[in-house]
């Protein structure tokens, strides 16, 4: 069974400038998770979907963070315009019937500059 | 407000064994979820406790008491790979909340 696939694995781009993060999940697994890695800490939940829905969007920045997951299978968690203060790993993770139990993608390094 | 507390650092030697403890306060707990990260790597589940009492699974065993809002992961026979980052997680109904980890450094 493939796992979670990210892309790019790193990224850097200067502040204030956009950056776009692409996340194919688990095969059958409805529910799908961005999470936010900055250095030394837990990741933290971004948005959450359930199929192409979302359940929790509420950590989200959503004045310069988006997300989407059309069809209800791969997605994509934007940053426009990106800030210092962003520089972190962004996680994709997904699960099949129950939260507890998460598939964690590799990761986007992402370095503002 | 939600807070789980976890030690930041744990040093132990090969072959000995360790406990991380977690504690945690929020609404709506439904269990404890444990996850393992090396550097650079993406976390991978470790075992999760939904009631309270001992789940074991290989060298890892998790604890959960719930009427005092704590759990731990033991290692056991510790091994030069068990060097990671270990996150405590809360089940807040259909999410995890993360605590902001254990380094756990396995000494020779």
């Known amino acids: 069974e493939a796992g979670v696939a990210q892309s790019p694995r790193y990224k850097i781009i200067e502040k204030r400038q956009s950056v776009a993060f692409w996340c194919n999940p688990i095969?059958?697994?409805?529910?799908l998770y961005w999470y936010q890695q900055i250095l030394g800490q837990g990741p933290k939940l971004l948005i959450q979907?359930?199929?192409?829905?979302?359940?929790?969007d509420s950590q989200l920045p959503k004045d310069r963070f988006s997300a989407e997951r059309l069809k209800g299978v791969d997605s994509t968690l934007k940053i426009q315009p990106a800030k210092l203060e962003d520089s972190a790993v962004y996680l994709c993770?997904?699960?099949?019937?129950?939260?507890?139990?998460?598939?964690f993608g590799p990761g986007t390094r992402l370095t503002v500059t | 407000g939600q807070s789980l507390e976890q030690p930041s650092e744990v040093t132990a030697v090969e072959g000995a064994i360790v406990q991380i403890n977690c504690t945690y306060q929020t609404s709506g707990f439904y269990g404890l979820s444990w996850y393992q990260q090396h550097d650079g790597g993406a976390p991978t589940f470790l075992s999760y406790n939904a009631l309270d009492g001992l789940e074991e699974t290989g060298r890892f065993s998790s604890f959960l008491s719930r009427s005092d809002s704590y759990g731990y992961l033991l290692l056991q026979e510790l091994q030069m790979k068990d060097s990671a980052s270990y996150f405590c997680?809360?089940?807040?109904?259909?999410?995890?909340?993360f605590g902001q980890g254990t380094t756990l450094q396995v000494k020779p």
């Open positions: 095969s059958g697994h409805a529910t």
């Open positions: 979907f359930q199929n192409n829905g979302v359940v929790d």
């Open positions: 997680a809360v089940r807040n109904t259909g999410k995890l909340i």
């Open positions: 993770a997904s699960s099949h019937r129950s939260p507890h139990e998460q598939y």
